[in-house]
């Protein structure tokens, strides 16, 4: 999504709040997944500020900050969201895990982002079992009033059995939660494999199109 927006001349910040693993990605960035956000929106900010909160346990934030005697500063999150966001057109928040993942005792994922005020799209899977996942994590959005703008299946086997071919459309009946793009398990995947698939989509198009 960052490179379909870029490619449309749209000014794209990205962030990483939370992110937690045993080991660092590298000298430059902690995370692989802060490294990949960099990359594709082609930000060179440092990492303390696109990922404020690093762990190096793989684990929940709470857990992760309990076991080795760590705090998570949701004060410092929200001053570097704000800064982040006056500087772009467009900015992608990546959360960590599922939106019930706790950042501290009081606090999960879910109350992250709707304290942050952010919309999320739902990245899924047709494995079996992702019937259940994604519509609990849509019923929870949904109870928090939290705007939910589609779901995006990740990974579609090339040769899908019925039961995968058919999740997402199961997920959309029961939901009333539309299907921004069903991507398949693509080889040698990069940014621009993805947004072929992404730019196809009407809510994709109707973002683009209010920035642009």
Not at 182 to 187: G, K, N, T
Request: glycine share 4%; net charge positive.
């Amino acid at each position: 999504m960052i490179w379909l927006l870029r490619k449309n001349g749209i000014k794209v910040g990205v962030m990483k709040p939370f992110a937690t693993s045993s080991n660092l990605y590298s000298n430059r960035y902690r995370s692989s997944d802060t490294a990949s956000l960099a990359k594709a929106a082609a930000i060179k900010a440092p990492d303390h500020r696109l990922n404020p909160i690093f762990f190096r346990l793989a684990a929940s934030p709470l857990m992760a900050a309990e076991i080795l005697n760590k705090t998570v500063d949701m004060e410092m999150i929200t001053k570097e969201f704000g800064s982040i966001k006056k500087k772009y057109d467009f900015t992608v928040v990546e959360g960590i895990g599922g939106v019930m993942v706790p950042i501290t005792n009081k606090i999960s994922l879910l109350d992250v982002m709707k304290k942050m005020n952010l919309p999320t799209i739902i990245v899924s899977s047709a494995r079996l079992g992702s019937i259940n996942h994604t519509i609990l994590t849509i019923n929870a959005c949904k109870v928090k009033k939290i705007p939910i703008l589609g779901v995006i299946f990740n990974q579609m086997p090339k040769d899908p059995s019925i039961v995968e071919s058919r999740t997402p459309n199961y997920i959309e009946k029961l939901t009333d939660i539309s299907t921004i793009s069903v991507i398949p398990f693509i080889d040698d995947c990069n940014f621009k494999k993805i947004g072929t698939y992404l730019e196809k989509n009407s809510t994709i198009q109707k973002i683009i199109s209010g920035l642009t």
